[in-house]
């Protein structure tokens, strides 16, 4: 009974710095991230529109992407409003139930996108090395499971993580220096001994970012080695730009989360940890439609087609 009082939080509320220390940048940053947010929205809105109207585009591939801009669009919803909301109005309020709820959120969302880019490069060893039996191997039947089991796997990870997080008592001032309720931010205004739940998220950590990038390298190796061996020019070039966009997003997504883990927990990293996450929720989902449509002819012709189509309709 005593072990159930003493973990009780009696905080109601935490307050969000965000980025009150600047505040002759609160409208420009309103103005920035309210432009990217827009576009994000967008292009990931873009691009299941053109997947779901071109019958040439109902492959796995697509099928992959597809979800990987409905996270996007998931994960960049669960931090931005509350941060422009925050730019520009004096309440820098959230509930502590708001805020357990934003972190199981925008946490289930980037561990699901980790392992979302994870399954899209097995997808590409596929179609690379056994292009023969690409439809074979990868029926609609097994992308359903693959992207079922992202979510599950994020999901269960999050879960674990709240209840840590549920088991601390929170000092009265409650005063958050981030934008969000990002995991070492609601840990830092914890009262009580928060090793355990750190511990927990050192584990989920290592493991999911560990066997996604193993997953992610174990494929590509495959693939290069592949495309080594291919005695055409042409498969070479074919071959390159369909992994071409697909590395890139890999790259910028686990660079900056990578970046996330290195730095150290302390007062003067809060601004870097801020920017960070803001390039990881807010910029990430808007350079994944812009990286995969730009190098993609299939989507570029699509686009080109409802352009004209749409110019048409307005002249007839």
Request: charged share 10%.
């Amino acid at each position: 009974m005593a072990y159930e009082v003493m973990n009780q939080s009696s905080v109601t509320t935490f307050i969000l710095v965000g980025f009150s220390e600047y505040p002759k940048l609160q409208i420009p940053l309103f103005l920035l991230f309210l432009t990217i947010y827009s576009v994000t929205l967008m292009g990931n809105l873009g691009i299941l529109v053109v997947i779901k109207i071109n019958p040439k585009l109902h492959t796995p591939m697509y099928f992959f992407l597809s979800h990987l801009s409905f996270l996007d669009i998931c994960y960049s919803s669960v931090f931005t409003p509350k941060l422009l909301q925050i730019l520009i109005m004096e309440d820098r309020t959230i509930s502590f139930k708001g805020c357990m709820v934003q972190f199981f959120f925008i946490c289930t969302f980037v561990i699901t996108e980790m392992f979302m880019l994870a399954v899209m490069a097995y997808d590409r060893f596929v179609a690379v090395c056994n292009p023969l039996l690409y439809t074979v191997l990868m029926p609609i039947q097994f992308c359903a499971m693959l992207v079922a089991g992202t979510y599950m796997i994020g999901g269960l990870c999050t879960m674990i993580l709240v209840y840590t997080l549920l088991q601390l008592s929170y000092c009265e001032h409650g005063i958050i220096n981030h934008f969000g309720c990002e995991y070492s931010a609601v840990i830092s205004v914890s009262c009580s001994d928060s090793s355990f739940s750190q511990m927990a998220c050192l584990v989920i950590s290592i493991v999911s970012e560990s066997s996604s990038v193993l997953i992610t390298l174990a494929s590509y190796v495959f693939i290069v080695v592949t495309i080594i061996k291919m005695p055409s020019k042409g498969g070479l070039r074919k071959a390159f730009s369909t992994c071409t966009s697909h590395l890139t997003a890999i790259s910028i997504f686990h660079g900056i989360l990578l970046l996330l883990y290195c730095v150290p927990n302390s007062n003067s990293s809060r601004l870097f940890v801020k920017v960070a996450t803001a390039l990881y929720t807010i910029m990430i989902p808007m350079l994944n439609p812009l990286i995969y449509s730009l190098r993609n002819k299939d989507v570029k012709d699509t686009v080109r087609r409802l352009i004209s189509k749409k110019l048409n309709s307005h002249l007839t």
